[in-house]
């Protein structure tokens, strides 16, 4: 499972001019927050939590801003901050990785937003042929502002400059990167797209991924003024609320421990359907256990842990986990009694529609009790019981329905 994401920061942004002269590009609002959180944001809900900002331009802002520890969709979200001494270009900003890089690592550009499965991205398929980097590609039916590429079977053979073509494949600005690129930098400065990009292109060493989807780039005045309305508006999508235990995995009882998992027919797939679907995909839970003394809420975590660690070697994930740890009759004081957020009460669904771009009037709720249904009734959702089975077949029978 990939788990670290590198996102690069460092440009000065001059084409936006008065607008960067004092803030760094990244770091420029968007719907009243910095730009950079967004993208922080979005990795970390496919659950990369290991983000590497490498910052150039006024590093010492986005230093301050974004560096420890966030808490995003209920992980813990580790942020660091790599300033570069001096402008080393987008290609020897990755040699200040040499430290902390792993194995694989996403890589994004820090002033684009391309409404991609980063999760699926991320996986690699058994048997593929190597490669150096996988790059995601959009089709454009106007090249005037955009280089292109020339694709063969799944591989980046060229990189055409801008004007070329009617239309073609573009770059996307998401990578999936080897560690062993880093060694194929041998200077600095030097350049991604002008340097290290057309000489792993004449090896083969680049494989390409086209997805047809949304793409917004801020570092342009028009883009940027248009940025808030049309990231708005593409990311709001229904979602999928699942309960977990009897739905998603075997109910023992209070289960609660990673290696109690036992994940039950159709589970996976659909959540990785649902992800395909481009839809959110979050599970709301009553873990009662907690307010009885069972177990802590760390551990309830960890299991989720477990959960999104076994979908990612099937490239999907769960966008969010929600849990409610009260019970009636618990034991611990603080966790005891009724909750707004303990099911068949909808303050877990309409807590996450508070936060999340939900489109909640086409958005489903699966569960295998009565109190879920009410649950998603009274969030204004569609419940679908579902007590056996296929859950990937009871969510087609939905969708058609």
Request: hydrophobic letters at 45%; a negative charge.
């Amino acid at each position: 499972m990939v788990r670290q994401c590198v996102i690069l920061v460092g440009g000065m942004g001059t084409r936006l001019g008065d607008l960067t002269k004092a803030v760094p590009k990244p770091m420029l609002p968007v719907n009243g927050r910095p730009f950079v959180d967004m993208l922080i944001d979005e990795a970390a809900r496919h659950g990369f939590d290991r983000i590497v900002l490498l910052a150039g331009y006024l590093g010492g802002q986005v230093m301050e801003h974004c560096a420890g520890t966030r808490r995003i969709a209920g992980r813990d979200i580790e942020v660091s901050v790599i300033v570069e001494p001096e402008a080393a270009g987008t290609g020897g900003a990755l040699t200040f990785l040499r430290d902390v890089a792993e194995d694989n690592f996403l890589l994004m550009n820090g002033d684009s937003w391309f409404d991609l499965d980063l999760r699926e991205f991320a996986t690699v398929e058994p048997g593929t042929t190597p490669f150096l980097l996988r790059m995601a590609l959009r089709p454009v039916a106007d090249a005037s502002r955009f280089g292109t590429v020339t694709l063969e079977g799944d591989r980046v053979r060229a990189f055409l400059p801008r004007g070329t073509a009617e239309g073609g494949l573009m770059n996307a600005g998401i990578y999936l990167v080897r560690r062993a690129l880093l060694d194929q930098i041998y200077r600095k400065p030097c350049s991604l797209e002008g340097d290290i990009f057309p000489m792993l292109a004449g090896h083969g060493l680049i494989q390409g991924k086209v997805r047809d989807a949304f793409l917004i780039d801020i570092g342009v005045p028009a883009d940027y003024a248009a940025a808030p309305e049309l990231l708005a508006k593409h990311r709001t999508r229904p979602a999928v609320f699942f309960d977990r235990d009897g739905v998603l995995n075997h109910d023992a009882g209070y289960t609660h421990k990673p290696e109690e998992l036992v994940w039950l027919p159709g589970a996976k797939e659909a959540i990785g359907q649902v992800n395909r679907m481009g839809w959110y995909a979050f599970v709301v839970t009553n873990q009662g256990g907690i307010g009885r003394g069972l177990y802590g809420i760390r551990d309830a975590e960890a299991f989720h842990a477990r959960m999104n660690e076994d979908l990612a070697e099937t490239g999907a994930h769960i966008d969010e986990f929600r849990l409610s740890p009260f019970h009636p009759q618990g034991s611990v004081p603080e966790f005891t009694g009724d909750s707004p957020c303990r099911k068949p009460n909808p303050g877990m669904l309409t807590d996450l529609a508070a936060l999340w771009p939900i489109d909640m009037a086409r958005s489903l709720m699966f569960g295998d009790k009565q109190s879920d249904m009410q649950a998603a009734a009274a969030a204004g959702v569609r419940g679908i019981l579902h007590e056996g089975g296929d859950l990937q077949a009871r969510l087609n029978a939905a969708l058609r329905g």
